[in-house]
């Protein structure tokens, strides 16, 4: 056999994989640009009518689309560590997320003096920055008991740590319910944010922004601590051989039970914030563990840049779906999450930046 014919049987289960591929890139091309095309120009019958008719409404929801997209990343980026980087099932993050919510009320409520009915205009900056960091952490120290009680016995045993944390999230909702109530409370937003400003006619609320700004706060701090650290460093080669690691004389346990602590808090950050966007009560816990899986699904395991993207198509989906669907059928928006993830999935089965395992 000659070598030309070598080297076309070798290359030739590449190209078939390549052809395989081609379709869904192709399919979700034209997705992507029908949607597009509907909401610029067709979408007249939908709340929000057509971009190009009422452009204000088309900005607000773009604004709503990012800044949700920020609450998603902070949520989302605890879980991206645990899961995605130490390959770590934790399914009680989201018993973490509504944990820290309920402490960060608690403490709200003794700062301010009022049990009820806060008003925002008796919530300065430190009446919800305390117990922003008090309720993240609670969130990281019971994060971290958990992985050290548990988990770190049970390293490479998903199933097993799935029930576990299942378990652990079982508990944890029977006592917050206990303890909490059943009754939705919220984290009041300090007053110096709560005003509106015009976008091009419409009334938009300056808290959305001011979560924007943690969200974009909390991605700089945690890629510049995953790439200009050296613990950062030691976290991305621990996941990746962790007996090489072990052989350089590095306590591989004690960085990923800093990693599993970094990650609690995390979650408990974006509990305080979704408590005061949209409040806290028993069952968020469930609805959260489910959009951080979402996101990660969507970005790829492992990837802060995935957590980010996925982030932003799912914002972007759950704001435009109910304002651009047509009237008629608005009650189907949930339904765009699972085709955005069929999509997604379809186009790049491991997500948007993931790599097999």
Known sequence: MTPALIDAERSSPRRRLTELRRPPVWAAAVVVVAVAAWVLFLADGSPAGAAVDDPGKFLVTVLDAVTFAGLLFVAASGFTL?????????????SLFLLSAYVAIRVQEAM????????????????????????????????????????????????????????????LADQMLREFGGLAQRVVWPGAVTHFFSVMGERYALTRLFMLGIAVLVGLLLWLWLTRTSVGLVIRAGVDDRQMVRGLGINIRRVFAL???????????????????????????????????????????????????????????????????????????????????????????????????
């Open 82 to 94: 645990i899961f995605g980087l130490m390959r770590t099932v934790n399914m009680a993050h989201g």
């Open 259 to 357: 990693t599993f602590l970094v990650g609690s808090f995390l979650a408990g950050v974006g509990g305080v914030l979704g408590a005061s966007f949209a409040g806290a009560a028993p069952g968020t816990d469930g609805s959260w563990l489910l959009n951080a899986l979402v996101v990660v699904i969507i970005g790829g395991l492992g990837s802060l840049k995935g957590a980010a993207a996925g982030s932003l198509l799912y914002g972007t989906v759950v704001a435009f779906s109910p304002a651009y669907l047509p009237s008629q059928y608005s009650y189907y928006a949930i339904i765009m999450t699972f085709g955005l993830l069929a999509l997604v999935l379809a186009v790049r089965p491991y997500g948007l930046f993931g790599r097999p395992a």
């Open 112 to 171: 301010v003096g009022q049990s009820r009915n806060i008003d925002p205009a008796d919530v300065g900056l430190l009446d919800w920055l305390v117990p922003l960091l008090a309720g993240a952490g609670v969130a990281a120290v019971l994060g971290l008991l958990i992985q050290q009680v548990f988990l770190q016995w049970n390293e490479g045993q998903e199933m097993r740590q799935t029930l576990l944390t299942l378990a652990i999230t079982v508990v």
